[in-house]
């Protein structure tokens, strides 16, 4: 029994996948065989090989799976007539006739090719488009680098300033507290003045013009 992967798909099962479904479609046979074949070179199941076909990998071969079936209507056709040989030993052919038929016949050899041909310059499409991509995304990587620069250079400019301003807040403030002592020294000197001047003895002249000293 075929273990079940619980992993991604790669690319590489992918063309597998395209590849052995396009041959059972060229060849006539079914999809669901063609899944089940997958399965056992991939290690998956055949539902998970359905599924992965026809939700992500058809979409990317509508014209290769059209060549396939154009493939599988020819050999029908071919198979259900004679054969050149057997056309020319009826009389019914020349041999000029059996060259003129190879030329003009469409081999499956040559229908192939063309698949892989299309399928070769839309991989390369597709290879070109993910270029482009990461292009764009490492033009958009550089664009925030550059933004990131600016922000720690604003920022840098920011944290200098913020630090002058606490410079100043500090002189400021240290220069403050020096101007409330000052007045607070003021202010008791002037207290003390008062009361040497309150406790000094004060002295009045009398009707006789003598000094007597006041109470």
Known sequence: MTAVR????????DLILAEVTLRHIREGGTQLSAFEEVGEKIGRTSAACGFRWNSCVRKKYEEAISIAKAQRQK???????PTAAGLQLAGLTTADDIGYFKI?????ETLSMD???????QWKGTVQENSRQLKMLEKELREKDDELDQLR?????????????????????DDYRALIQIMDRARRLAFLNEEEEENKTRFKMDANGNLERME
Do not use: C
Request: positive net charge; aromatic residues 10%.
């Open 6 to 13: 619980q992993d991604a798909w790669s690319v590489e099962d």
């Open 75 to 81: 050999r029908s056709y071919y198979k259900k007539q």
């Open 104 to 108: 003009e016949g469409t081999s499956e």
């Open 115 to 121: 698949a892989v041909i299309r399928f070769l310059r």
């Open 153 to 173: 250079i604003l920022n840098e400019r920011l944290s200098k300033q913020v630090n002058a301003v606490q410079t100043d807040y500090r002189v400021v403030n």
